[in-house]
């Protein structure tokens, strides 16, 4: 993100918002697309979304939002990350929808039907299960928001974040054995 620094320079400076935004994004698209393809890799079956389509939702949703005062390139990270959550378990939840009687027609050509829609479920008690741990850890939720919907390595998280890869380590475990729990409920 070798640009990345100077446009966040350029936002202090109070450069126009969507033109900074657009910059923003240029100097970290191909970290973004890396990121969305990490994760994307490993649920393909979950969110039938591209990595370039993660992406440019993502900037759509930031445009909407208006926010981009970041402080540094941690918290864009974490951010990002953030976003992809969002965007993935609103298509998740969409789908769903459609799946119980939306408004369109849904023709299945494929028998693995069931396998889909249950981790889509997953995704949806992840997503709960994660609103409740902010409210106890939120370090955790960035963590997970990171690993999980980011697709981030500990060492990327461990870079981005300014901690030990094994720190981060020990939070993974952590994190996962309490949304494991909530998960799987009472």
């Known amino acids: 993100m070798g640009d990345f620094t100077e446009v966040l320079a350029g936002l202090r400076r109070g450069d126009a918002a969507p033109a900074a935004l657009e910059s923003l994004f240029s100097a970290a698209y191909d970290d973004l697309k890396r990121m969305a393809h990490q994760r994307l890799r490993r649920s393909e079956p979950v969110t039938l979304l ?57 023709v299945t050509l494929s028998t693995n039907v069931e396998d889909v829609a249950a981790r889509e479920v997953e995704v949806i008690r992840l997503d709960e299960a994660l609103a409740s741990l902010e409210t106890v850890d939120a370090g955790l939720v960035r963590l997970v928001e990171m690993r999980f919907f980011a697709g981030l390595t500990v060492d990327e998280v461990a870079e981005a974040t300014g901690s030990s890869p094994r720190t981060v380590a020990r939070d993974w475990q952590k994190a996962r054995l309490i949304l494991a729990d909530a998960i799987r409920g009472p």
């Open 50 to 106: 591209d990595t370039t389509a993660l992406v440019h939702e993502s900037y759509l949703r930031f445009l909407h939002a208006g926010r981009i005062d970041f402080a540094d390139r941690t918290h864009f990270i974490a951010y990002c990350a953030r976003v992809m959550r969002s965007v993935i378990v609103d298509f998740v939840r969409e789908r769903s929808a459609q799946r119980r009687g939306g408004d369109l027609v849904h």
